[in-house]
């Protein structure tokens, strides 16, 4: 059990590093092209979703279903471009860490059989490995496909 927590925390940093960028600079958003869809986030936590249509030193521009809006600088905690692609990237890499997640559950669970117990054929760890593989690679690839790429352009530090 050890083993597991230590493998899922050492994935867990490593995934999380990754992830980590530059996103405090309001220049961020000039990666952004009129009519992609983002969702601003409030310092209050409020939340505002539409089509991206410009910004200023001052201000974020979109547009919603009301009409134009437009958040100022200060009020904004976070800005998300809000992609739904790469769902085939998303599966493979969910199956790949599904698969590779089950196996090491499979092999670190592994024990011997002992006769009065019901056990299957002597499979052994290799065996165990293969069958925690078997059943993570497909949840793994579910849950990848169906995480939404949503990626954070800005977003500011809070301390």
């Known amino acids: 059990m ?3 927590l230590f493998l899922m925390c050492v994935l867990g940093v490593s995934c999380a590093s990754w992830a980590q960028g530059d996103q405090t600079s309001w220049m961020n958003l000039s990666a952004l092209r009129p ?19 410009s910004f200023s030193e001052t201000a974020i ?4 279903n009301a009409g134009g809006q437009t958040v100022p600088k200060q009020d904004v905690r976070r800005v998300k471009l809000m992609e739904n692609k790469h769902h085939l990237r998303n599966a493979l890499i969910g199956g790949a860490v ?37 059943i993570g690679l497909p949840v793994g690839a579910v849950v990848g496909f169906f995480l939404p790429s949503h ?7 809070q301390h």
Do not use: W
């Open 2 to 4: 050890r083993k597991i």
């Open 35 to 53: 009519g992609e869809r983002i969702q601003v986030i409030e310092m209050n936590s409020k939340k505002h979703s539409g089509t991206f249509v």
């Open 61 to 64: 521009a979109y547009q919603d």
């Open 98 to 134: 599904g698969a590779g997640i089950g196996a090491g559950i499979g092999a670190a669970t592994y024990q011997p059989c002992s006769a009065p117990s019901f056990c299957l054929p002597s499979i052994g760890r290799a065996g165990k490995a293969g069958i925690g593989l078997a």
């Open 151 to 157: 990626h954070t352009i800005y977003s500011v530090n």
